[in-house]
């Protein structure tokens, strides 16, 4: 029987990097088809190797730039002067970096980094207008880009005063200085030439082919970073040192005896423990104690909670299965509402703000109803096990938290 445990424990745990990879490569595709590609494993790499040298070339152009040395790029550098050019760095990485591996039309991307810088300075003169209001949306907008900018945008029109945008010819400007600035000082990208009709040529911002290599290359290391880890059916490893316990097998990664953040100076925080067996002893035996502890699905509490679950009763914690319902607009349907009385432009801002509300709610209703779903999953899964452990480790403070997520005591 302990050997059949030990076998189904090696498959729940090449289950787990299954599941790993499976998310890994989901969150990928999401960031990519979102255009957030910064924010992906080879997104903020690049990123991190792309600002100092464009910061720094942009800061020499602009010198040049105001000693009338700018030859045609004269109208660019009146606007890239309006921010620092750190700033103006991150944004141009960003914005070239989110599409890196899309193939986008030169002038789409340029376009985009030229309202980037707009953006910007636009939320700069906010701050500067209306410091509170602006510190405000910021803290409390939590939401994605596009949806975060709009706010901006909207709240900027109502209160601040009447803002003069950039020439779509002058964004242009803008956008296609910064690319050639960026090209030159990263190598990260390339124009190519692409047949769109018989006689018709579009130019193209693609990766260098270092890039994709890069991309490739990095992949496998990348998809192991942030595992999944699930339940155990057998006693986790004791720990013994900083990184010798928890699971049993290579297909999930060696756990780290106190969570750290990837730097050198944690990773030789964790190597100065391993020299220190004697002192922490009791620590490791405290910790060793905790995730030897055998727990069990209550298959009662189990079924009343798919029974539950199924109804849609939000009781007990349990999120309910049906959004709230969104609140009736006072405007009629092609009723525009700068076209509004006082009175009606008091009734539609006060439902404005029921309805965001109301939105922002059925957005953690959403996310509540997936981790409840993740949690019945798992202990769907475990209920015919006599007994399962939970591997911990430490955090900074010495608070011992499990590894796995969702089902956990």
Not at 69 to 74: D, I, K, L, T
Not at 197 to 226: G, I, Q, S
Not at 276 to 300: G, L
Not at 370 to 393: C, N, Q, R, V, W
Request: net charge positive; glycine share 2%.
């Amino acid at each position: 029987m302990a050997q059949n445990l030990y076998s189904e424990q090696e498959n729940i745990e090449l289950e787990s990097r299954t599941l790993t990879v499976q998310r890994f490569n989901k969150e990928t595709t999401d960031k990519v088809q979102r255009h957030e590609e910064a924010a992906t494993y080879y997104g903020s790499s690049l990123m991190r190797r792309a600002i100092e040298p464009i910061a720094e070339a942009i800061e020499q152009q602009v010198e040049k730039a105001s000693k009338g040395q700018a030859m045609n790029a004269a109208i660019a550098f009146r606007y890239i002067s309006q921010l620092q050019p750190e700033v103006v760095a991150y944004l141009t990485s960003r914005t070239i970096i989110d599409r890196i591996m899309t193939n986008n039309r030169l002038q789409d991307v340029a376009l985009r980094i030229g309202q980037a810088l707009e953006d910007e300075v636009r939320l700069n003169s906010f701050e500067e207008q209306q410091p509170w209001l602006f510190e405000k949306i910021k803290n409390e907008t939590d939401t994605t880009r596009r949806r975060k900018r709009q706010t901006f945008v909207a709240a900027y029109n109502r209160y601040c005063h009447t803002w003069s945008s950039w020439p779509k010819q002058d964004r242009l400007h803008v956008g296609m200085k910064l690319i050639d600035i960026f090209m030159d000082a990263t190598g990260f990208v390339e124009v190519l030439k692409k047949l769109r009709d018989k006689n018709k040529t579009d130019l193209h911002l693609v990766a260098t082919e270092k890039v994709c290599e890069f991309v490739e290359n990095n992949r496998d290391a990348a998809e192991l970073l942030n595992p999944v880890y699930l339940p155990m059916v057998v006693p986790p490893i004791e720990w013994t040192s900083p990184v010798s316990g928890g699971y049993l097998t290579h297909y999930t990664p060696q756990l780290p005896f106190i969570k750290i953040r990837q730097n050198p100076e944690s990773r030789n925080y964790l190597s100065d423990l391993e020299g220190q067996t004697e002192q922490m002893a009791d620590v490791y035996k405290a910790v060793n104690i905790i995730q030897r502890t055998p727990w069990r699905v209550n298959s009662f509490v189990l079924d009343t909670f798919h029974a539950l679950h199924q109804l849609g009763l939000p009781v007990a914690a349990l999120p309910s299965q049906e959004d709230l319902p969104r609140p009736h607009s006072p405007l009629e349907k092609d009723q525009n509402s700068k076209d509004l009385s006082e009175e009606e432009k008091r009734k539609f801002k006060a439902w404005k703000k029921k309805a965001t509300a109301v939105y922002e709610a059925n957005i953690r209703l959403k996310s509540k109803r997936l981790m409840t779903a993740k949690i019945g999953s798992i202990a769907d899964k475990f209920a015919k096990y006599e007994a399962i452990y939970f591997p911990h480790t430490l955090d900074c403070r010495g608070r011992a938290y499990p590894a796995p997520m969702y089902l956990n005591p």
